[in-house]
């Protein structure tokens, strides 16, 4: 079963640091892009970074840049968000996320949907 | 960015009947090298994260019950649920994934009437 679960949430206060993690299990981790999106609490889905594969690219919201940096181990079956500088404004449930299509290729980067879905981790930015 | 717009926010519906739910984006998401619409439709049920339903417009994803499906193209999008059932209950969203960065629509609540 292809699974998906995210750790790390919690309560921080501006200006504060998180890391979060999301564990992965039931497919090929390492040849999977993965994505983390997030959702304030009554909103919608924002997506907030991407990384490919082998961990040698990664974009970016533009809310996030500077703060935010996706990472990844593939002996561990692990993706991570490292949370800097956070503000109110990050309070949302973070989801990691799948991408089965992602490839680059000579001529550019193709992006997929995000299926499956971990449960999400709760980030509450507030003093 | 590509902005997507969903239409309506919310929507009641009466079980047995049909529910349409319209997406619609700022730009083109048909790639004209492959002829194919870079579009998803995802469902979310309270306290639970979001669902695939549909990819590529209106390739239904393995498991989801066939009275889901996707049509449109280039900026026109709609998801119909043929015949609502008690368990469709939910708040719906559309998905770009042509341009970077990837982009979901307001969401769409849908309810029985």
């Known amino acids: 079963e292809v699974q998906l679960v995210e750790s790390g949430g919690g309560l921080v206060q501006p200006g504060g640091s998180l890391r979060l993690s999301c564990a992965a299990s039931?497919?090929?981790?390492?040849?999977?892009?993965m994505h983390w999106v997030r959702q304030a609490p009554g909103k919608g889905l924002v997506w907030v970074a991407r990384i490919n594969g082998d961990g040698s690219t990664t974009r970016y919201a533009d809310s996030v840049k500077g703060r935010f940096t996706i990472s990844r181990d593939n002996a561990k079956n692990t993706l991570y968000l490292q949370m800097n500088s956070l503000r109110a404004e990050d309070t949302a449930l973070y989801y990691c996320?799948?991408?089965?299509?992602?490839?680059?290729?000579?001529?550019?980067?193709?992006?997929?949907?995000?299926?499956?879905w971990g449960q999400g981790t709760l980030v509450t930015v507030s003093s | 960015d590509i902005v997507m717009t969903q239409s309506p926010d919310s929507l009641a519906v009466s079980l047995g009947e049909r529910a349409t739910i319209n997406c619609k984006s700022s730009?083109?998401?048909?790639?004209?090298?492959?002829?194919?619409?870079?579009l998803a439709w995802y469902q979310q049920k309270p306290g639970q994260p979001p669902k695939l339903l549909i990819y590529?417009?209106?390739t239904r994803e393995s498991g989801v019950p066939d009275r889901f499906s996707g049509s449109g193209s280039g900026t026109d999008f709609t998801l119909t649920i043929s015949s609502l059932q008690a368990e469709d209950v939910a708040v719906y969203y559309c998905?770009?994934?042509?341009?970077?960065?990837?982009?979901f629509g307001q969401g769409t609540k849908l309810e029985i009437k």
């Open positions: 996320a799948r991408d089965p299509l992602g490839y680059c290729s000579g001529g550019g980067c193709s992006w997929g949907w995000f299926d499956p």
């Open positions: 730009l083109s998401v048909l790639y004209s090298s492959n002829n194919k619409n870079y």
């Open positions: 039931g497919f090929t981790f390492s040849s999977s892009w």
């Open positions: 998905q770009q994934y042509y341009g970077t960065p990837p982009t």
């Open positions: 590529w417009a209106s």
